[in-house]
């Protein structure tokens, strides 16, 4: 295992320390740091950027050829931690402990040192890594935001105040699919530094307000909690096969919540986030896109569609069809050769 230590805290150091125990260089564009991993320990690169309020974020996307440890080591109060994986798995464990938290694709965790103790970040080899560091450094970030914190809950006004790190704090879970879209935005954005710095400003102060809504999320319940993790989008999935495998046996949101193992909020936070629909919305367009194949399949009756489809009201689904398309079904049905010739 290769081993390194990061004895610096501002990330313009950290980045020249791990440069220094690589023997290689680091590329500054104004606030930005940018490390490429020699070829002799692997691939990828490290970048740090400083922003106001004493906040920055580290970006690791890359991947090492043997086992890779960072201990972060320094006499000082150490910054407050917002992990995320993005790929890959990461190791992380505060300097006092021997206990090991493994962070895997999608998930993320807060992380405090206590005193001056550090942390250690593993990364595994011949496995790219990609994941992000926010960092606060909370006795000049607090010097912004003191009467704000009082809004947040109880754990999280005591980790914020805590400038001298009396307490060690660890949380982990899986990260939102809106924080997902903002790690996609980072890194599909491609302009010059000065666009760079201020876009990347605005999404670390994004992620940290997603970061704590999230939080706040999972303290609820499980059956109350309202955001979908991007690790939960293959349950959402399996809910729209289901729906769109047999659009007429669909009998109601809790049939399919208990289907696919999901709750009834984040499966309708789901649906409006894919469609801009709610789950109703949804099955309702689906039965009427459906109507007008039947409909055109002269051995059909308009009540043979409606039961094939799982609609009991024929004025229901005329009202429906009428809303949707301009016209009845009936119209439709017996006018489907004109009104295509009309659209040509």
């Known amino acids: 295992m290769k081993r390194i230590v990061v004895n610096s805290l501002p990330l313009k150091d950290v980045i020249n320390d791990i440069a220094k125990a690589l023997d290689t260089e680091f590329v500054q564009k104004c606030d930005q740091f940018i490390l490429s991993v020699p070829e002799h320990y692997g691939r990828g690169e490290i970048m740090g950027v400083n922003f106001k309020n004493n906040m920055g974020i580290l970006i690791y996307n890359c991947e090492f050829k043997e086992d890779f440890e960072i201990q972060f080591v320094i006499k000082e109060v150490h910054p407050l931690k917002f992990l995320f994986c993005l790929e890959g798995t990461l190791e992380h464990k505060f300097a006092e402990d021997d206990h090991r938290h493994s962070i895997v694709q999608y998930q993320n965790a807060i992380v405090s040192s206590s005193k001056h103790n550090g942390h250690i970040l593993c990364f595994k080899k011949n496995q790219k890594t990609i994941f992000y560091s926010l960092e606060i450094d909370r006795l000049n970030f607090l010097e912004h935001y003191q009467c704000e914190i009082d809004s947040l809950s109880d754990t999280l006004q005591h980790l914020f105040r805590d400038e001298a790190a009396d307490n060690v704090f660890y949380y982990d879970g899986f990260y939102s699919l809106e924080l997902a879209t903002l ?20 999404k670390s102060y994004e992620i940290l307000t997603k970061q704590i809504i999230q939080y706040e999320d999972d303290l609820k319940n499980e059956s109350k909690r309202t955001l979908l993790r991007i690790s939960e989008i293959k349950k959402v999935r399996e809910a729209i096969i289901l729906i769109d495998t ?9 049939v399919i919540s208990v289907t696919v193992g999901l709750n009834q909020s984040k499966l309708q936070y789901g649906f409006q986030y894919f469609f801009k ?68």
């Open 183 to 202: 790690f996609t935005e980072i890194q599909e954005f491609q302009h010059g530094s000065f666009l760079k710095k201020t876009f990347l400003e605005g």
């Open 246 to 254: 047999d659009v007429a046996t669909y009998k109601n949101l809790k």
């Open 277 to 344: 629909q709610t789950i109703h919305q949804y099955i309702q367009n689906k039965r009427l896109e459906q109507s007008k194949v039947l409909l055109i399949q002269q051995e059909n009756s308009i009540a043979d569609v409606m039961f094939l489809l799982g609609i009991t009201s024929r004025s229901y689904f005329s009202k429906l069809f009428r809303d949707k398309y301009g016209m009845t079904p009936s119209y439709y049905r017996d006018n489907f050769k004109k009104i295509i010739d009309n659209k040509k």
